[in-house]
């Protein structure tokens, strides 16, 4: 505890009250520890923006798995990938729907890559890519 800074900022009243009711909202007890997320997520972003930092992320998709074809191309990307894709959950949702999260490993830019080709198969009816973070660099 002994490298905590205490600053001061200036912010209007109209976007302090704002910032208090956003984060009283996502269960926030004080004000630091929101603008301590906000910086981590904001530097997160940036370890995204730059392409080239070693990083990881959650691929989510979801499909019907009675059209076979998707399957079998979702299962190929995912065998040209192995070094980059470090696991899979597969959960058939439902008789039709199938939800598969594959944690994915890498340089942004090119996890990026193997998000967009994933989410953008055709019959894919979800997917997303969320940017987690490798954890250095961020306090
Ligand atoms: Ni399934």
Redesign the pocket.
């Known amino acids: 505890m002994s490298d905590l800074s205490r600053i001061g900022v200036s912010i209007s009243g109209r976007l302090l009250e704002e910032f208090d009711r956003l984060i009283a909202g996502m269960g926030y007890q004080n004000r630091s520890e929101a603008l301590r997320d906000l910086i981590r997520d904001r530097l997160v972003q940036k370890e995204w923006e730059e392409g080239d930092k070693e990083t990881v992320g959650i691929v989510s998709l979801v499909y019907n798995?009675d059209k076979r074809e998707i399957a079998d191309t979702l299962v190929d990307i995912q065998h040209r990938f192995t070094r980059a894709i470090v696991a899979s959950v597969?959960?058939?949702?439902d008789q039709h729907?199938?939800?598969e999260a594959l944690i994915v490993r890498g340089k942004g830019a090119e996890i990026r890559k193997i998000a967009d080709l994933l989410a953008g198969t055709k019959g894919v009816k979800h997917g997303k890519l969320t940017m987690a973070t490798a954890g250095r660099g961020i306090v």
Do not use: E, I, R, S
Request: glycine share 0%; charged share 0%.
């Open positions: 798995h597969h959960v058939h949702l729907n199938c939800l």
